[in-house]
């Protein structure tokens, strides 16, 4: 079994009394690699020492998460630019627009997206994007700047099918599945069936939505196991085949080494 967490934030203080041990257990279990999105200037010093601490294992990414998207997004954007010329990074994330929490900066997460987006083409590398309660709106962003010079992934997807066409048709992003694929109340099992494995790449999000049966508490890497085996219910396969192609299409969307 081997699988990829193409996102998670175990840089953050819910694991600084185990997180040798949340690494361990994800190697554990097969995970070959952690990505790991930036959220803004506040996190960036955890996720740094983190990369740091396990290089080629645990890969860091640039970007201005949507909800730290505020009056001083300019300044953000511009000192986080920078950090491209000093640092690798696998990708720009976590970017995008959330209009669940607070539509309050709607526009402004907008022009902030797109500009990220930009980066993407500039530097060459996919995007992670969170589009909480505004797909469409992330779907348009793409189309302002260019979907064909465009790639990356619809991180924790959990629209409808027609949602998830539409992602699909843009040619070169791919949709980020988590625990929440588990929950008894997700249509996802559903909605999926409109696609196949080639287009999926596992995640955790954590310490956010852990799988059934740890849904309530801490999320970590090692459950992606958890996220895999219902893939492998959902699509009828063996979960040694759900590790091989997610992992596969993981490692080409970020251009990772085997």
Partial sequence: MKIIDTHTHIYAEEF?????????RA????????????IDRESL??????????????????????TSVGADWKEQLSFLKKLFAIRHYVAVGEI??????????????????????????????????????AISECIEGIKNVGPEKLRGAFHSFGGTEQELVDILSLGNFLIGINGVVTFKN????????ATDLSKIIIETDAPYLAPVPYRGKRNETSYTVNIAQKLADIFTVEIDEVGEITTENAVKLFGLEK
């Fill in 16 to 24: 600084d009394n185990d997180l040798d041990n949340v690494i361990l």
């Fill in 45 to 66: 010093d955890r996720l740094h020492k983190l990369s740091d601490r396990y290089p080629d294992y645990c890969l860091p990414m640039m970007g201005l998460h949507p």
């Fill in 186 to 193: 997700s249509t996802l099992s559903t909605v999926l069936k």
């Fill in 96 to 133: 995008g627009i959330d209009l669940y929490w607070d539509k309050t900066y709607e526009q402004e997460q907008k022009l902030a997206f797109e500009e990220q987006l930009r980066w993407s083409i500039e530097y060459d590398l996919p995007v992670s994007i969170h589009s909480r309660d």
């Fill in 27 to 38: 190697k554990q279990a097969g995970v070959e690699k952690i990505l790991l999105p930036n």
